[in-house]
């Protein structure tokens, strides 16, 4: 007896040790998923290690190169190619074979082949249709250049994207610990479009391990510095750049046919030379519900063809299509956020990036800044204005004249209130109508917005969870 009653109790504390791990199990917590690059950081640690560490290159002065180490690299080459060839001698042989075999077969069976062939070539047909050349006799480069006659390529201002100045908010911590969703800094946008746009665009590496981003929406009010950062991707990429603003191809190949043939020529010069970026100004009119009678450009002709294009991209194609946006909330939400993968919300700047904006484009435009210039009341009293409108202000009072007069008169803040009381600032009511617009209609911004409503409910009410656990 007392032994059974040991192995029952051992038997009752297994179950209850069992208990505990599916608990951990049912919540395992934020995990980090693994990195595409650490292969190949280890990969080439590996071959350090293996080929370079135990080498004596002290006698090598003049870096001569290693015969031995360049015949086993080219042996690999050799090898490959070979094989390859040797490959399809090998598949000639065994056609030549399949077609010895038929003949020696009877006319009952060479009739159903036949049909079967009739059948595959069906399916062909139908695959043809859907990768038809338009253009096939036609050169890349008469495509290129009839593109740039039309204006659909056009020229890229060089501009960085350390061009695009701002800094980090440091309160951003505190706001998220009250429960209240900061909006993006400048800083922030520079990282995601570092992430999103110019390295997979511009290494083939990083883009074939990176994760496959097509599109990409600039979400901001005016003067945010949305096509600023377009020009910047292109720029840092050596990206060649398409404009399908619908301003820009309103009169340009009319009708069905001629928007299919703007598409594939646009396409198929992007595929060919790529990295390429194709970018829409505007484009929630092309998903607005009701298009202006006022408005004769026609912006919806490329509604149904781009979400079809989208998914023709491969994984690789270095093409990347790039939407910029001051109304978003006057397109429809589900194909607008369907047609663009990842959106990016461009905030007005605050008081940290506005500090940084007004020093550098003061010294840019010529300004000298003296103790008689303060700066930090500036920055203080544009808040709601864009880096354009800062740099419309700057220019305005820096004239030719002014500039020669800083030596005897210095700059002082009062000068550039005329020029800024002519420009109406982005208040705080556009702003949060984008934030909401956000959190409401994107689906990123739903599911971030429900995480924060269920942390609010548990940190306002820790005791009614705990009192349902002890009644279960």
Known sequence: KGKKGKEKGKE?????????????????GFVMPP????????????????????RDERANLLQRHDAELIKQDKRIELESEIRVQVDELMKEELKNLKIAVERDKGK??????????????????????????????????????????????????????????????????????NGTEPMPTTADVRRLI????????????????????????????????????????????????????????????????GLNMLLHMVFKVAKAWQ?????????????????????KADPKRVKKALPKILKGLKPEDRVMIIGATRRPFDAEAKPFCSMYQRIIMLPRPDYGSRMILWKNMLINNGGLITDSLDLSSLAKVTDGYTQHDIHIAVTTVLTEKRIQQLRRKPLVGAEFIPALSKIDPV????????????????????????????????????????GKGKKK
């Open 12 to 28: 009752k504390g297994k179950k209850g040790k069992k208990g505990k791990k599916g608990d951990e199990d049912d919540d395992p």
């Open 35 to 54: 990195s595409n690059f650490v292969p190949t950081v280890n990969e080439g640690c590996t071959i350090y290690n293996t080929v370079w560490q135990d």
């Open 108 to 177: 009952g069976k060479k009739g159903k082949k036949k049909k079967g062939k009739k059948g595959k070539k069906g399916k062909k047909g139908k695959k043809g249709k859907k990768e038809k050349d338009l253009t096939p006799d036609r050169t890349m480069e008469s495509l290129y250049e009839e593109l740039v006659q039309e204006g659909i390529i056009i020229r890229c201002p060089k501009v960085r994207l350390s061009d695009y100045e701002g800094e980090y908010s440091h309160l951003a911590t505190a706001l998220l610990q």
């Open 194 to 257: 570092t992430e999103l746009c110019i390295l997979p665009l511009g290494s083939q590496i990083v883009h074939e391990k990176a994760p496959h981003t097509k599109s990409v929406v600039l979400v901001g009010p005016h003067g945010v510095g949305k096509k600023l950062l377009v020009h910047a991707i292109c720029t840092e990429t050596g990206a060649n750049l398409f404009d399908l603003t619908p301003g820009n191809i309103a009169t340009k190949y009319p009708g069905k046919s």
């Open 275 to 295: 990295p390429s970026v194709v970018f829409i100004e505007d484009c929630e009119r092309t998903f607005m519900k009701k298009v202006p009678k006022s408005d």
């Open 427 to 466: 208040y705080e009511e556009e702003e949060i109508a984008f934030k909401e617009w956000y959190c409401k209609k994107t689906p990123l911004g739903k599911i971030r917005e429900a995480e924060i409503n269920k942390a609010k409910e548990e940190a306002d009410d820790p005791k009614g969870k705990k």
